[in-house]
Nanobody, 126 residues
Framework: QLQLVESGGGLVQPGGSLKLACTASESIPHYYNIGWFRQAPGKEREGISCLSSRGEHARYADSVKGRFDISRDNTKNTVYLQMNSLKPEDTAVYYC???????????????????WGQGTQVTVSP
């Protein structure tokens, strides 16, 4: 069973940056779409970005478009989420998740993902 571990969360000031990492226990390129999600206290989980298994297609929610960037290091089985220009409303627990999608040309954030990491806290505060 695929296992995912997130890292890189922490406390940052508004306008700052953080880079989250999602490391998989097995090979993900060409097999899994990877998505990033977040959940703030009292709010529903929000899908914010995904990367297709081919690595050719990325998608972003409007709330993070232009500020966040998703990428992948195939040699490390790790997907990154670079978060810039952070705002207090970005405060949440961030999760990565995997969707079995061999050779998928595209990804979506709305469909169910099968495997989830444990989450990492991101707090944006002065």
């Amino acid at each position: 069973q695929l296992q995912l571990v997130e890292s890189g969360g922490g406390l940052v000031q508004p306008g700052g940056s953080l880079k989250l990492a999602c490391t998989a226990s097995e090979s993900i390129p060409h097999y899994y779409n990877i998505g990033w999600f977040r959940q703030a206290p009292g709010k529903e989980r929000e899908g914010i970005s995904c990367l297709s298994s081919r690595g050719e297609h990325a998608r972003y929610a409007d709330s993070v478009k232009g500020r966040f960037d998703i990428s992948r290091d195939n040699t490390k089985n790790t997907v990154y989420l670079q978060m810039n220009s952070l705002k207090p409303e970005d405060t949440a627990v961030y999760y990565c998740a995997a969707d079995w999608a061999p050779s998928a040309p595209v990804c979506v954030i709305t469909r169910p993902y099968e495997e989830w990491g444990q989450g990492t806290q991101v707090t944006v505060s002065p």
